[in-house]
């Protein structure tokens, strides 16, 4: 009966949230927009269509930031749920089934966290009750796993700590009877695929059991093997991600908080009374002392988080759950005693059912702002007519002046769709730490629009002046300009360069004539080796400067002189600088004029030129991974992208593997390999078990 009644339970609250999450929606064939999650559906896309069918979970996406490695320095398992779900239903369902997974799965991973704990009924039915007021917290929409903040586009977070929740219990249990290490590597396995936090909860959590003496070797042994082994078989990624973060973009920034109540806002506290008193009375159970550890073990890496360069307000939530769910363990010294126990589910879920919709006032509205969709919106036409005259264009990137008024369109970052809607690539993304080229974006950004948004305050940003964008509009390959308010028309209307091709609405394209949108040029001087210990500091203060953009940066730390033919000049050596104001010119001298053609792909691109040994700049994003044919090697140049000097007429530059990637391969294989082993030994075991 008491399972019947957990069963129904469950359901009910499943049915509360679909109350709001209303079938309608989430089974229209529209495409999600809303905050970040807009710009989430084209990486699903490009991971079914692009990667999944050349065997690839990680690749290159041109699309966005000059182009940047998907899933590098984000999380693939929500978007490969999503991708493989969308070969039985369609990607616009699959997709937002998947979005509001974290939602649904937490009240049911808390439940069986409480199970796994032990805790007898009807503590873990009221556990999954208690999570309702923290997921329909309306007091933030950024921190992650709470509705507002999975529609504001943390849906990877939210599935993280949803399982995290879930593994909260199967380690404890695993320890306890000495089993579930194969569980507990999985579920540390896809914590790591969903989010860096989720991860760091699990690490969190496994460290508890480091300070039980009795069992301390028992302990160790066997969070080694539960971490060694998902470790291996998370090898794939999760080196890749460590090789390739010198080549990511740093963000450093530490959440403001005005008051107590913003963490602790009034529809969480009667839970967190509630816990108090739980607290109280059961502080000598075992299990309570596992919850006061993590509670105050993730309240600690908030204070240390802008030390190790952490992002501190992504430790709350999970505090914040805590504090709402530990509150279902008051009746734990009263169990014996109680009568009509089997009540005490159904009258909690009313009452706390009541007080949630009590304290709701916008979540509903924005479920359906998001899920209506791109395609369900008034605006839908004119955005549709923009992108398909985009469409029709060349190869040249597409950029557009940021605005909130954009949000018409179902998001203010309507436009990071381009790849998608208008198969063109544009300069802003989502996945901003993703690219080295995200400062220089971002600082172009702040010169074409009236209102920027300055992401990165490690970084001097500009303000509205077009006329001083446009040699780096045409360094970034941009031929045409999405314009918005009245202040950046002025601007553009008075650029002769900039032609005023068509109008929607009150978006103005302009198209910039004297680019010819080609991704590979020749050089007007030779390329200077730069003498830095911060490259990224030095190639930002460059870039801010017009007067030096026509001499190139390289960055080659570990170049020796002599090992730099292809950059030194006639006879002498390679040109070298360590002061941007003194760079020497030499211009490069070309007996016939540059004839280059070129062919872009989604990992690639190739061309041909009639200048052999001559440097030619690729406008894409540099990356380690990226390889040549035709070449000796890839410089890394100013501002962020590739130099190769062709050795023959034909070159081509793609998307590889470097020695993380194999290293990280080979791990996972081992990993694998180690289960199939386990797998044969229990077998053989069986068997030997049954004669």
């Not at 969709?373 to 990137?397: A, H, M, T, V």
Request: overall charge positive.
């Amino acid at each position: 009966m008491k399972k019947g009644i957990d069963i129904a339970i469950l359901l009910l609250i499943a049915g509360f949230l679909f109350g709001f999450f209303e079938p309608r929606y989430l089974l229209s064939q529209t495409i999600t927009t809303g905050g970040d999650t807009g710009s989430h559906y084209n990486t699903a896309v490009y991971l079914k269509d692009v990667l999944l069918p050349h065997g690839k979970i990680m690749g290159w996406m041109q699309g966005n930031y000059a182009g940047f490695p998907l899933f590098y320095h984000y999380f693939p398992f929500p978007f490969l749920l999503m991708a493989l779900l969308s070969y039985v239903i369609p990607m616009q369902i699959a997709f937002k089934l998947v979005s509001v997974l974290g939602i649904f799965l937490l009240p049911l991973c808390v439940y069986l966290s409480f199970r796994l704990l032990k805790y007898a009924f009807p503590i873990p039915i009221l556990g999954a009750i208690f999570t309702l007021p923290f997921l329909f917290m309306e007091a933030n929409s950024m921190w992650g796993a709470n509705i507002p903040s999975t529609l504001a586009g943390e849906l990877s977070y939210g599935i993280g700590i949803s399982l995290a929740f879930l593994f909260f219990g199967t380690l404890y249990a695993g320890i306890r009877d000495n089993k579930y290490i194969l569980l507990n590597a999985f579920l540390f396995f896809l914590l790591g695929l969903c989010h860096a936090y989720s991860l760091i909860f699990s690490a969190v959590i496994g460290s508890y059991f480091l300070f039980n003496r009795k069992s301390f070797r028992e302990n160790i042994w066997y969070l080694f093997c539960t971490y060694g082994l998902g470790t291996l078989l998370l090898g794939f990624w999760l080196l890749p991600v460590i090789g390739s973060i010198p080549y990511a973009t740093e963000y450093y920034a530490s959440w403001t908080l005005k008051s107590i109540f913003e963490v602790l806002p009034r529809i969480l506290i009667p839970g967190l009374v509630l816990s108090a008193g739980a607290l109280f009375m059961n502080l000598f159970d075992r299990r309570t002392w596992y919850f006061l550890y993590n509670i105050v073990f993730f309240l600690l890496l908030y204070f240390l988080s802008p030390r190790i360069d952490l992002l501190d307000i992504r430790f709350i939530p999970i505090i914040q759950i805590f504090l709402a769910i530990f509150g279902a363990t008051i009746p734990l010294i009263f169990l014996k005693k109680m009568n009509s126990k089997e009540m005490l589910p159904a009258i909690a879920l009313i009452i706390v059912a009541m007080w949630v919709v009590f304290n709701v006032t916008f979540i509903k509205s924005w479920i359906a702002w998001n899920y209506e969709g791109f395609d369900g919106k008034k605006s839908w036409p004119l955005f549709d007519q923009i992108n398909g005259y985009l469409k029709q264009g060349g190869q040249g990137r597409v950029v557009y002046e940021h605005s909130p008024l954009t949000n018409t369109f179902g998001t203010e970052r309507a436009f990071e769709s381009l790849p998608f809607f208008a198969h063109r690539n544009t300069l802003e993304g989502l996945y901003m730490q993703s690219s080295v080229s995200s400062p220089f974006i971002f600082y172009i950004q702040s010169e074409i629009g009236k209102v920027s948004s300055q992401p990165f305050p490690q970084y001097k940003y500009s303000s509205l002046n077009t006329p001083s964008a446009l040699p780096r509009l045409k360094l970034f390959n941009v031929t045409e300009y999405i314009v918005r308010s009245p202040e950046a028309k002025k601007f553009a209307a008075a650029i002769p360069e900039l032609k005023l091709e068509k109008t929607f609405g009150d978006y103005d394209i302009y198209r910039l004539t004297s680019n010819d949108g080609h991704y590979v040029a020749t050089l007007a001087n030779q390329p200077v080796i730069f003498k830095t210990e911060s490259w990224k500091r030095d190639f930002f203060e460059w870039f801010r400067r017009n007067e030096l953009l026509d001499v190139n940066l390289v960055y080659a730390p570990n170049e020796s002189i002599s090992n730099s033919p292809h950059l030194s000049v006639g006879n002498q050596n390679p040109l070298t600088a360590n002061d941007l104001l003194a760079l020497p010119r030499v211009p490069i001298t070309y007996e016939t004029p540059p004839v280059i053609t070129e062919k872009m792909g989604n990992e690639d691109i190739e061309f041909t030129t009639n200048q052999i040994g001559k440097p030619h700049l690729v406008k894409i994003s540099y990356h380690p991974n990226w390889q040549v044919e035709g070449a000796d090697r890839i410089y890394l140049v100013s501002p962020s992208f590739m130099l190769v000097y062709p050795k023959q007429n034909h070159v081509r530059l793609y998307f590889g593997k470097t020695i993380f990637n194999y290293a990280g391969e080979t791990m996972t294989l081992l990993g694998l390999a180690i289960i199939a082993l386990y797998g044969i030994i229990f077998f053989i075991n069986a068997k030997k078990h049954v004669r």
